[in-house]
């Protein structure tokens, strides 16, 4: 007996699409993601419709009984219309084939079953029926309601060949098994098909940049990050594609000393930061993934000391704009962002182990401007000890260092600091060409004010300006 699922077809768009059919005489079905998120209860505003037909036509006829305007994107044999705020896009059934150097499919027009054939997954194959006389029955060749119950990522093809047909579907399945993970279920890929992904691993060398990057981030966006990437080094797919972070993985051990297991650590610390960051900030997100990366390069054992990782705050910040450029990630103010928190993250714990002096304060203050909150959230989620003592002491003295934040920035105004005295105005003064001693005496006062020397404001930076500049044998003009 077939399963009725009309209850999720409450909606006119799908009353509409029926019509149309009948009146084409083509069968049409809802499918992919829509129809999985209906069984997991998940609300859903992207709805795939698959015509047995032209689908460009379909979604024309479509558009015209609903009078809404229809985007045709012809390369790619796909239609799109919004109606009542869900996006439809149509699309022909087609069969695909591919060449083993490419990931682009030959295609040609095909069946329902033909189209269910080539999904990526089989939770991801399911289909709603949307012909009158099987209104809302689910098509599911592949077992897919019974693969979403029980937690499973499958493909409905051998592996083999799904991964080497497409390998962007290998980071597909990892970045749907950490999406549609939850407290009760933990989705987990099959065995053969993680043993495919060990063999078809160097298929994802034929991938563009920018594809893997679109998958990173939204596997980074998930509730539970770690899931991804954790999966990805399982299946030996993390070396190719960040190959710094797979460089963190594993303990070594020298006269019976070990060092913290740096990946382990890292995925932690992705995990505290998505969970405590309520706004979904993809960047604090990559801060957190690459915070450690450059650790491995400076890694060394010291026979009093044991290992030691120093500099690697500074390394790793050199190191962002290399993996950002390689994998076609923006190179602008969001690259500048986490190289900055890279680059910071060991600042605050500083002040907790030095002490919280008002002049460290106000030069973290100054480095970290806007961004001090988003940086005092990564070094929060940095604290992964599985002493609680220990942890509850770094806490209570980060609410030290936050409290002294919040009272330095209030007395002095750092945050955003602007040097009082500009270039133009020594310049000015001193009836001075551009040249190396005027940066020399701009700094001078920049540290005296963040030393907390003198006071930031003009009066007693222009004071303390004209008695260093004395010193250095200049003579004002004004």
């Not at 069968?27 to 992207?46: E, K, N, T």
Request: hydrophobic fraction near 40%.
């Amino acid at each position: 007996m077939a399963t009725v699922t009309s209850q999720y077809l409450d909606k006119d768009i799908f009353r509409v699409i029926s019509e149309v059919a009948a009146e084409k005489g083509v069968r049409a079905f809802v499918i992919g993601g829509y129809v999985r998120d209906c069984f997991l209860g998940r609300p859903s505003s992207d709805i795939d419709v698959v015509v047995e037909g032209n689908g460009l036509e379909f979604a024309g006829a479509v558009g015209d009984k609903t009078h809404r305007k229809v985007q045709y994107f012809k390369n790619f044999g796909t239609a799109m219309l919004r109606f009542e705020g869900d996006e439809i896009e149509f699309v022909g059934a087609r069969k695909e084939s591919y060449r083993r150097e490419s990931r682009k499919p030959i295609v040609e027009n095909g069946t329902i079953e033909d189209d269910q054939l080539r999904r990526d997954f089989t939770i991801n194959a399911m289909a709603f029926s949307l012909q009158k006389e099987s209104f809302g029955e689910l098509v599911d060749p592949f077992g897919g309601i019974r693969d979403l119950a029980a937690g499973i990522i499958r493909t409905p093809l051998d592996p083999d060949t799904t991964y080497s047909d497409d390998p962007l579907r290998m980071l597909r399945a990892v970045r749907f098994a950490a999406k549609l993970s939850t407290p009760e279920v933990r989705f987990r890929i099959v065995p053969e098909s993680m043993d495919s992904m060990r063999r078809m691993a160097p298929r994802l060398e034929i991938l563009s940049k920018e594809r893997i990057a679109e998958e990173l981030d939204k596997m980074l966006l998930c509730n539970k990050p770690s899931i991804a990437f954790s999966l990805m080094d399982q299946a030996g797919l993390l070396p190719y594609i960040l190959p710094q972070l797979s460089a963190l993985k594993g303990v070594e051990t020298i006269d019976g000393r070990g060092h913290k297991e740096i990946l382990s650590h890292t995925l932690m610390v992705l995990d505290n930061v998505a969970e405590a960051d309520g706004k979904g900030n993809l960047w604090l997100r990559w801060a957190a993934l690459l915070h450690d990366i450059g650790k491995a390069p400076v890694k060394k054992y010291d026979p009093v000391l044991g290992w030691t990782f120093y500099g690697h705050d500074v390394v790793g910040s050199k190191m962002v704009p290399g993996i950002f450029a390689s994998l076609k990630l923006p190179l602008d103010e969001k690259m500048k962002y986490v190289k900055k928190l890279v680059w910071l993250h060991m600042r605050p714990i500083a002040l907790v182990d030095d002490g919280v002096t008002d002049s460290a304060v106000r030069r973290l203050l100054f480095d970290a401007g806007d961004d001090i909150d988003d940086l005092m959230l990564l070094c929060n989620a940095d604290i992964t000890s599985k002493n609680p003592a220990k942890v509850a002491r770094v806490h209570a003295n980060f609410e030290l260092v936050k409290r002294k934040l919040v009272e330095v920035e209030e007395k002095d105004a750092i945050r955003n600091f602007k040097n009082p005295i500009t270039g133009d105005y020594v310049m000015e003064v001193y009836g001075l060409e551009p040249c190396n001693l005027i940066g020399e005496i701009k700094e001078y006062v920049k540290n005296a004010i963040l030393d907390g020397v003198i006071g930031n404001n003009f009066e007693e930076a222009d004071k303390l300006m004209r008695s260093k500049a004395a010193e250095m044998g200049l003579k004002a003009c004004r």
